[in-house]
């Protein structure tokens, strides 16, 4: 596979992952969404970085080689690299308590996320993979 493959495969999988985080919304799994956004957001800004030539790191967080690398990305990207930053920083911030709760209070998943949380992340997921897709052919977009 090569990179520009992958890079069209974690895009596609940003976008199909986008639309569980939509259903999820109507299923009222408010955590689930967040995990579902980060997610998204993740596989999009990864294979954002593989389309520039840039080799992923394997961490949930790429904000540190989304700065790094500013200049490889199209100009549509870089020109929105504090918002793609700020996404993936603040997603995976939300990822374990999205997904297990808080083990120190044992508070349950379900307890901490909102719908408001929900509904935010998901207007933060859309929007990233919405720019990441733009103009891609073999990937179906957000709706």
Known sequence: MTTQEMARSF???????????????GDEAWNL??????????????????EAGVEVPKVHEVSGALRRNT???PAHL????DLLV?????LREERELAFYGDEETETEAEALISREDAEDALR?????????TAGRRGVKRPS
Request: charged letters at 35%; hydrophobic letters at 50%.
């Open 33 to 50: 969404v967040v995990r579902r956004c980060q997610e998204a957001v993740e596989f999009a800004l990864k294979g954002a970085l593989r």
């Open 11 to 25: 895009l596609r999988r940003a976008a199909a992952i986008l639309r569980e985080a939509e259903r999820l919304l």
């Open 71 to 73: 200049r490889r990305l």
């Open 124 to 132: 933060t997921a859309r929007r990233v993979v919405e720019l990441c």
């Open 78 to 81: 870089a020109a929105e690299i």
């Open 86 to 90: 700020s996404a993936s920083r603040r």
